[in-house]
């Protein structure tokens, strides 16, 4: 026997299925988890590409930095390291006035070049908002630390040199060290 079961009319979809509760769209609350899932992954993303902006920026400024101290670097190893008619003497000798006539490693005590130059004494103009700072120190040849050093008038066989190198962002007058490098200068 064949039961037939009537359904209440407009129970069925124009598909010829049952609407037993479908729904037409999301809730408030699917809404809302949804736009703050979205919205933390915008700001996390956001987060993300500032970060790397700032680390690509200061990895750009550190190889500038050191490029122009071993600039500083290359120009100290063809230099004498004092001079031989003035003996040992940190800074310029009389008469020198220029950067073209430091003509020993010492010489260069106090040197500041702003814009900074190059192993051959040239000027990089296409870097103004850099400066490279060469201080030299002498060293007791039984102690070279990085701390002890002697006075300016020792007669010494061992020297330290040391180049900082700073940057000026556009459009401020305070001076940012971004690299510091040493190395030792014996008298051959």
């Not at 902006?53 to 190893?77: G, S, W």
């Not at 040992?88 to 814009?115: I, K, M, R, S, W």
């Not at 850099?130 to 002890?148: A, G, I, K």
Request: charged fraction near 15%; aromatic fraction near 6%.
């Amino acid at each position: 026997m064949l039961w037939h079961h009537s359904s209440p009319a407009g129970a069925r979809a124009s598909g010829g299925t049952p609407r037993t509760g479908a729904r037409r769209g999301f809730s408030i609350l699917e809404t809302c988890l949804a736009t703050i899932i979205v919205g933390l992954s915008v700001l996390a993303i956001v987060r993300l590409i500032t970060a790397v902006t700032q680390q690509n920026f200061y990895a750009q400024k550190t190889v500038t930095a050191e490029m122009l101290a071993n600039n500083i670097r290359e120009l100290t190893a063809g230099l004498p390291f004092n001079d031989p008619a003035n003996g040992t003497h940190l800074g310029p000798n009389p008469g020198q006035t220029t950067l073209a006539q430091y003509n020993d490693v010492e010489d260069l005590n106090g040197f500041v070049a702003n814009p900074p130059v190059d192993a051959q004494r040239q000027t990089i103009a296409s870097l103004p908002d850099w400066q490279q700072s060469v201080t030299v120190t002498h060293v007791s040849p039984s102690n070279y630390s990085l701390s002890d050093s002697l006075p300016n008038d020792s007669a010494c066989n061992l020297d330290r040199v040391r180049v900082t190198v700073s940057y000026r962002p556009p459009g401020t007058a305070t001076w940012i060290p971004i690299v510091s490098m040493e190395w030792l200068k014996a008298k051959l």
